[in-house]
């Protein structure tokens, strides 16, 4: 398998396609994980309402379990603060909701600033690479089969003009089996496919 081109210009040109991609991939990558970090900060109020409604649930419950303990009355001044830790309870729950929730869309915008970008250059590029790689594989087993066959193929894709710098008449030479012109056109084919005998 022929990742890059013999040329030098040709397989030059795809190496530098190959680390600008990489270098792009890489750039959103950092990019979603900014725009995540500074999405999930925005969770810090429901975390901090959370801690802040928890703490404050305990002392209530701290406060209820004593004054719950006061004989004959203790009951009924108890139930405010039960109330009021139950309220605190609900407060901390909303807290820890509201933040999960930011901490769901930071991962999805994160994900979305890095796969979209991404996705629209991959979705040209790599298809012309991995084209580059399936015809210059299929050029060297040609070539090493039988350089008519990719003389043969030279004619059927190459300009007019080129063939004929090669012969006055390309395909009654390769039609006689001319082992010059036969090898001429294979090497224009070889070099259309970025490869060399």
């Known amino acids: 398998m022929r990742l890059y081109a013999a040329a030098p210009a040709r397989g030059a040109r795809q190496v530098l396609g190959d680390l600008l991609l990489l270098a792009w991939i890489a750039a959103w990558a950092w990019a979603g994980r900014e725009v995540w970090a500074a999405t999930v900060e925005l969770g810090r109020p429901g975390r901090a309402t959370a801690t802040a409604a928890d703490d404050m649930a305990a002392r209530f419950h701290d406060v209820e379990g004593r004054i ?7 009951d009924d ?31 999805l915008v994160g994900l979305a600033v890095f796969l979209v970008p991404v996705l629209l250059v991959a979705v040209v590029y790599v298809p012309l690479r991995v084209r580059f790689v399936r015809r210059a594989s299929a ?22 003009r080129a063939l004929t710098r090669i012969s006055a008449d390309p395909v009654r030479a390769w039609r006689d089996g001319d082992p010059d012109v036969v090898r001429r056109l294979a090497d224009l084919e070889l070099r259309a496919l970025g490869l060399k005998r």
């Open 68 to 74: 719950d303990g006061i004989p004959g009355v203790g």
């Open 77 to 107: 001044l108890a139930a405010p603060f039960s109330g009021a830790a139950d309220a605190a309870e609900s407060l901390a729950e909303a807290g820890r909701s509201q933040a999960e929730t930011v901490a769901d869309v930071a991962l």
């Open 139 to 160: 050029g060297r087993r040609l070539v090493a089969a039988d350089p008519a066959l990719l003389a043969l193929r030279a004619l059927t894709n190459r300009p007019l």
